[in-house]
């Protein structure tokens, strides 16, 4: 089987035998670097270096199409937070039926140890991997690496708290932007490019970047306003953003997400965007008139000088 992308991270990183860790790894959240912080161990412990395996798509966009879940991450941003990892690269899995109808053992012997040359491979506490078979779990997948010559290792739970992707997820469903980047041990980011919106903003001093996510896939978070840090050109900049229909403007159904950088007067169409949600400012709402709404956005961006 060759449906792979090994990425190294640092030089001369191939020359080792791995120790691996494997997984989708949505967000790369602290749950998942406590996990390598545990695969870095157990790589010095073998002589081996430190690689995560992954996946190119969610498994459930191949195994139940349309019950996939949002991503947290892209597979561009992913490789980016486990580069700064600590790690020596990630293998890149493409997932299809195929790789799906894997068992365990076909996985560790035809991937693990012929294609990638494993010679450690820590697991998760909870984790399991392959085509599902009675018996899978920790010590089947010790049983089949003392046959091939793989040691097996289990990561423990991370002490005192559960952080998982999906409930992540859940906390970005419900606007709790500062929890969930608690979880993610950063802020939440959306990426994409600032396209033409409605120009109403302007009208009442508050002009605003509208961004096209580059991704479809990511989640966004509930509808409202939030306090932001907005990524343009190299600069960090104080910000609000807005997602939602704007019902004061009556802007029609499309759902919006439009960002006010603080102190920044400039064209940005055309421009790439990150935006990172900090906190929960506010539910989206009608306003009885533009000046009342421009009376709560200087409010909401008061708030915004008090948060950042």
Known sequence: MNDFSPIPFEER????????SIGFFDGVHRGHRFVFDRLREEAQRHGAAPWAVTFDVHPLAVLAPGQQPPLLTTLDEKIAALRRCGLAGAIVLHFDRK?????AEQFMRELLLQAFDVDCLLVGYD????RPQQGDG?????????SIGIAVEQCPPLP???????HIRSLLEAGDVLEAGAGLGRPYALTGTVVHGFQNGRKIGFPTANLEPQSADKIVPRRGSYATWAHIGGQRYAAM???????TLDNGSRVTIETHLLDFDADLYGQQ?????????RDERKFDNLNALKAQLNEDAQQVRRYL
């Open 241 to 247: 953003t807005n997602i939602g229909q704007r019902p």
């Open 99 to 103: 790789m799906a109808g894997l068992t």
């Open 273 to 281: 965007l990150k935006v990172e949600f900090v906190q929960r400012l």
């Open 13 to 20: 990183s191939g020359e080792r035998r791995k120790a691996v």
């Open 160 to 166: 005192d708290e559960t952080i998982s992707s999906s």
């Open 127 to 130: 984790h399991r991997f392959g």
């Open 138 to 146: 920790f010590e089947r997948y010790q049983e089949i690496g003392d």
